[in-house]
């Protein structure tokens, strides 16, 4: 069955750069998708990648996709202290299939 | 305005009881989902409606019992509630067929079983 992984925590100092790895299994994924999540909230979409792309950029984040290693990364330039959250990756398709979610890795940013 | 709303929004209740949580999306969307996030944030999918027929069903205990009056409302029905079942449950809709199509995710209702 489909499995999404991703590291627990991560701690960076305001200014610096984040990035955020998941691995996937599902090579039928369609799209895999960046979502944050803030403190007593529910889930926003921030990006997200088709499966035959292997970058996207938007503003601040760049997202990495390696179709071979099945491995997405979300990169946030300029971590500012709103950012800390739990950033969730999920991958899907375009059908009807609920999203797989990563366990989530919560970001800490230290001012 | 809100696109998916969830009643209500905190749930504290004993163990045995029978709740209900209610979820609604003015997106016009088709497909409805409820996921559990358990203490360790974990989100797993546990039902999917679209267009009022169930079409995802994980295992799940059947003491919990989605219901679809139309495509716009699904709600979740649990009865005798138990200390495991405390969480925080999300509702999502998607619409359309192909495409990103992104699912938008209601508020969350944190249930506490007490």
């Known amino acids: 069955g489909e499995d999404v992984e991703q590291s627990l925590f991560l701690s960076v100092r305001e200014g610096d750069s984040s990035v955020i790895n998941c691995t996937y299994t599902d090579s039928s994924s369609t799209y895999l998708y960046w979502y944050k999540q803030e403190p007593g909230a529910g889930l926003q979409l921030l990006t997200y990648?088709?499966?035959?792309?292997d970058m996207k950029q938007d503003q601040r984040l760049t997202v990495l996709l390696n179709k071979k290693d099945k491995h997405l990364s979300l990169r946030i330039a300029d971590t500012q202290t709103g950012d800390s959250a739990i950033y969730f990756c999920a991958e899907g398709d375009t059908g009807r299939r609920a999203l797989t979610f990563g366990s989530g890795t919560r970001l800490q940013v230290q001012p | 305005d809100t696109a998916v709303s969830q009643t209500p929004k905190y749930l504290v209740t004993q163990m045995g009881n029978d709740k209900s949580i209610k979820c609604e999306q003015n997106l016009g969307h088709d497909t409805m989902y409820w996921y559990k996030q358990d203490s360790k944030k974990f989100l797993k999918i546990m039902f999917s409606?679209?267009?009022?027929?169930?079409?995802i069903n994980e295992t799940v205990p059947n003491r919990f019992s989605p219901k679809s009056p139309d495509k716009a409302h699904l709600n979740l029905h649990i009865n005798s509630l138990e200390l495991g079942d405390s969480a925080v449950y999300f509702c999502?809709?998607?619409?359309?067929?192909?495409?990103?199509?992104?699912?938008?995710f209601g508020p969350g209702t944190r249930l506490t079983v007490t």
């Open positions: 409606y679209n267009n009022k027929e169930l079409i």
């Open positions: 990648i088709f499966s035959n792309m």
């Open positions: 999502a809709s998607r619409g359309g067929f192909g495409g990103v199509r992104e699912q938008y």
